[in-house]
């Protein structure tokens, strides 16, 4: 058995908005068709048996849109853990992806499954003063690839999921 460990420069961006976390959250339910489609279209790629398969569920379920919705609110579960109904703001992390968009990843590298679909953070600000959304930049965390190294073809590929994660939260976030 051996063992690597390696180092590799993240980007977190953070966009701060006066818009109230609901608000975001409630604009990011209706870009990404949030409902039962969306656990539909994650079903429907796991158990899609040909491209053609995965191609048009993923199409038919995002409404031509480059990301759709899995996520977990992790408030409701950690206000009823420590007994306290405002222990913690609102927060909801989003998973945005689909099959169509990670494939352009994953041919260059299976490693990116680590960090694809993009994970997004939505977190109320604790004065009630608007929202914060986080993630972490995916060409930052895909592009070293498996080892460290730069990978330009998988580099490239995840700077286009930049773009696109950008122009959703922009949209989401707008004041």
Known sequence: MSKQTFQFPATRVVFETSTPAATVCERLDEELHRGADSQAALNATLNAKTKDEIEKNVQALSHGNDFLFYGITHHAWFNVYMGAPDAASPTTVYTVGNALLA??????????????????LILARADGEGTCVVYDLPSSVIGPGLVGSAHEELRAAAEAVDAKLERLIAKVTRE
């Open 103 to 120: 494939q352009t990843l994953l041919r260059h590298s299976l490693a990116a499954s680590l960090h694809i679909p993009p994970r997004v």
